[in-house]
């Protein structure tokens, strides 16, 4: 192994230097190489004896300014170990290279980015598709011209070379979420969804190891494909996953920390375990529903168990949120510089409690006539998204937020919906943190005041985001398409506002998670968007 080391020359008296070729303090130079120096003159002993050659002793005259501030750079090379070849790169590969380095990992987390960028020099397999990443990701940002032939032919050699080359399980678990990632950003979703299947194939078997083992993936690499998996299950569900891969109920949790040693980061990974755990038990819950009725007493005892890890997944998010807003407040009161710096994660995990709340207070599953009672909190959603995106249009209220369902009043004159302003559009981004599109999609679409949803479907329109498997495109189209098929089964008038009492419950959309699909496709399946109540699902394809 190379180890470089960074060392800031001091005023010392005849340290010995040996392999290190500087002059250091000797219980400082003795820390760096395990090995204490005998001092000896004019070398020292233990150098010679070991082959090294030991560049002697200060001589005193070295100024103290030159002693004080010289600053080298060692490599130390451990005996018998060549330092490996460098790396050469041609212009393209290195400009992608280094894109992927400096932005690419930035939207993938922190603990898994230092994963990688140490992976981008050490193992040629995650370098190459990091390259492929790097260059996909560089068209989608700067909305230029992909060289696909570039691509492929990096995506393509890093797949022969996990093929043909001996890779760890973490090796193969990093380069199953860079090809998730390449696939996400080129909008092919059902691949990027193969690729997941993948390394949660790999982390299930990983499980069975201890923890201790080195073949165990990271935690961030587990949080990562938990987050992946979410994804898949809120937007395909069950059908979406291999059998092999979809969720089992887990064992019971530990509780989750609290308390001030928090911070935000902290927040963001318990919000993405308990978001996963809510997931997993809400598609579990659906297939049980979904299958004929078993009395027998395995089934009894299963449906118990859901509804024990329901309760638990409740108590644990209410949890959360309570300590949230506490640190939250106490961050804003006693350090406003940090609270400002942490400003659009603090907002988007606002944006998750404002919606958890609303499921915590809700029947579950929801009807569709529940989401009316919270429409003041989907407002604030939307008002949190806009603090995000920098769409200060998105604040403006609203001409009525009723708290609770109010009777349709055909006497009533009708307000025009105001029309936005423009704005110019944002510059797309791509990660696979903690986002808000989830959010901004179920205000667009659950929330039944005009004024509301139009504001959350134009920040759909022009956020120009991917989160993983979400795209804010696709996301929008298909919320529009449901708000058209709502407001044309009501009667409502094209540009006139509306409140939620009009729109009946046949004319609302139910069941209407989308299905991407790849390239310029997705496909709405969904039951209700008439003007009287219907049975049996309704799909479209949406094309552009």
């Not at 009395?295 to 997944?313: D, K, M, N």
């Not at 009009?502 to 496909?523: K, N």
């Not at 209700?528 to 109540?533: D, E, L």
Request: aromatic letters at 8%; one cysteine or more.
């Amino acid at each position: 192994m190379i180890i470089i080391v960074f060392v800031i020359m001091l005023h010392a008296t005849s340290p010995c230097v040996g392999s290190y070729k500087v002059h250091r303090q000797t219980a400082h130079h003795d820390r760096i190489r395990r090995v204490k120096c005998d001092e000896q003159r004019p070398e020292c002993n233990r150098c010679l004896s070991t082959g090294r050659t030991c560049d002697g002793y200060w001589t005193g005259s070295q100024s103290l300014v030159q002693q004080a501030c010289s600053l080298r750079i060692i490599q130390h090379v451990p005996l018998h170990r060549k330092p490996p070849p460098a790396i050469r790169l041609n212009t393209d590969e290195h400009r992608c290279l280094e894109f992927f380095q400096h932005y690419t990992i930035h939207g993938l987390g922190a603990e898994v980015g230092s994963c990688l960028l140490q992976a981008t020099t050490s193992e040629p397999v995650i370098r190459s598709v990091a390259i492929a990443v790097g260059s996909v990701h560089l068209s989608f940002t700067c909305l230029s011209e992909e060289d696909t032939a570039f691509t492929l032919r990096h995506y393509n050699k890093a797949i022969r070379q996990l093929v043909t080359s001996q890779n760890s399980k973490n090796t193969v678990l990093l380069a199953c979420v860079l090809f998730f990632c390449c696939e996400c950003l080129q909008g092919r979703f059902k691949t990027a969804i193969q690729h997941a299947s993948s390394g949660l194939r790999i982390l299930q078997q990983q499980q069975l190891r201890s923890h201790a083992s080195p073949e165990r993936a990271s935690p961030a690499v587990f949080s990562l494909f938990n987050a992946v998996q979410s994804q898949v299950l809120e937007i395909e569900g069950m059908e979406g996953m291999e059998p092999e891969t979809q969720p089992k109920l887990p064992p019971t949790s530990d509780p989750i920390p609290t308390g001030p040693g928090l911070n935000i980061s902290d927040h963001q990974h318990i919000f993405r375990q308990l978001y996963h755990r809510f997931t997993e038990n809400d598609a579990l819950f659906k297939a049980f529903a979904e299958t004929p009725t078993d009395h027998s007493p395995a089934g009894i005892a299963y449906e118990q168990q859901l509804l024990a890890e329901w309760f638990r997944v409740r108590g644990d998010l209410k949890a959360w949120m309570q300590d949230f807003d506490r640190q939250t407040t106490y961050r804003l009161q006693t350090d406003p510089s940090t609270a400002s710096l942490n400003a659009h994660p603090i907002a988007i995990l606002k944006t998750w409690k404002l919606l958890f709340s609303i499921y915590l207070r809700m029947a579950w599953p929801p009807s569709e006539l529940a989401w009316d009672y919270f429409t003041a909190d989907l407002q604030s959603i939307v008002s949190l998204v806009s603090t995000v995106t920098g769409d200060c249009t998105a604040r403006l209220n609203t001409h009525r937020t009723p708290t609770v369902p109010s009777s349709k009043d055909t006497s009533a004159p009708t307000k025009p919906r105001l029309a936005p302003s423009p704005t110019a559009p944002s510059r797309p981004t791509f990660t696979l943190s903690l986002g808000f599109l989830t959010p901004l999609y179920i205000c667009a679409t659950r929330c039944r005041d005009s004024t509301i949803r139009h504001r959350a479907l134009r920040l759909l329109a022009t956020c120009r985001r991917r989160e993983g498997v979400w795209d804010s495109d696709v996301a929008a189209r298909v919320a529009r398409r449901i708000i058209e098929i709502e407001e044309h089964a009501a009667g409502v008038k094209p540009g006139v506002s509306y409140g939620p009492a009009d729109i009946s419950l046949a004319a609302r959309v139910r069941s209407s998670s989308p299905h991407f699909g790849e390239g310029r496709t997705a496909s709405l399946r969904y039951i209700g968007g008439s003007s009287r109540p219907e049975v049996g699902f309704m799909e479209e394809t949406i094309v552009w």
